[in-house]
């Protein structure tokens, strides 16, 4: 009787730990790695147009994929502010601190299912976590170091949620890291999709980007996806951001959609 009670203790145990992130594979990176989720990227040729800046200002020259890996604990250097792993045993960094105009995007699209119903609204949710660090060295802000963060719904360009911002961007409450690097503290998204969400695909994207000119450097840790609350750990203070910041139009995300596809296809054909 006592192992009958073990084991189905430890089968709900995997199945709770198995839903925590039921909307995106390994949507907390604890299997050590990138698993799940797709890696592209290439070069910043700088914004289009003028602030205020979109993802449908986003431009990317093709080439490899950028950086990108898994780190578990400890701080960062040029952010003191930020402690590592933001929740469970691993953090993604998205980009890193090596100079080249260089820019990577961490992608995954998924279906929202009833697993993903936060029982205090009866709505499905999708939440996140996500701290930029970057380099302000105070070009023009098209050549600025950047971070974009965009969920959409696959099906009608929807945006259920976005952010955006270069370094060193009026209003946006940058803190001092060290030298001319300037972060945010990890900030919680949550998403509350309207119930119609159900059985419908969303797709996550993440972009971390250097400076166009070359010299300086820009990325953003993402952890903890999922319809779940992202629970304590590192990190240092968070901010929640609950009401989704208003979407961009489906032009934008229509070309943005197209940007990214062309992107991946050019980096597949030359690894082939």
Known sequence: MRHRIRLIAAVSMLACAGSSHA?????????????GWTIGGGYNPGLNGTPPFT????????????PASVVGAGA?????????????????KIND?????????????????????????????????????????????????????????????????EQFAYSGQPGVTFQQGTGSWKYLPFQNVDAVLPASAIGQQVELTVIGADCSLSGHAGYV?????????????????????????????????????????????????RGG
């Open 221 to 269: 840790y993402v952890d903890g996806f999922g319809s779940a609350q992202v629970g304590g750990g590192g990190g240092g203070p968070q901010q929640q951001a609950r009401v989704p910041v208003p979407a961009l139009d489906r032009l934008g995300m229509l070309l943005m959609a197209a940007l990214l596809a062309a992107t991946g296809l050019l980096a597949w054909r």
């Open 55 to 66: 993802g449908a200002s986003v431009q990317i020259t093709p080439g490899a994929a950028g």
């Open 76 to 92: 960062d250097p040029r952010a003191p502010g930020i402690s590592l792993p933001r929740v469970g045993q691993y953090t993604a």
């Open 97 to 161: 601190e090596a100079t080249g105009s260089r820019l990577t995007t961490l992608s995954q699209t998924d279906t929202v299912t009833a697993a993903d119903v936060d029982p205090a609204d009866s709505l499905p949710h999708l939440r996140f976590s996500f701290a930029p660090v970057l380099d302000d060295p105070a070009h023009q802000p098209n050549e600025q170091p950047y971070f974009y963060v965009v969920v959409r719904n696959v099906a009608d360009n929807s945006v259920l949620f």
């Open 23 to 35: 909307i995106f594979t390994n949507g907390g990176f604890e299997q050590n790695s990138l698993a």
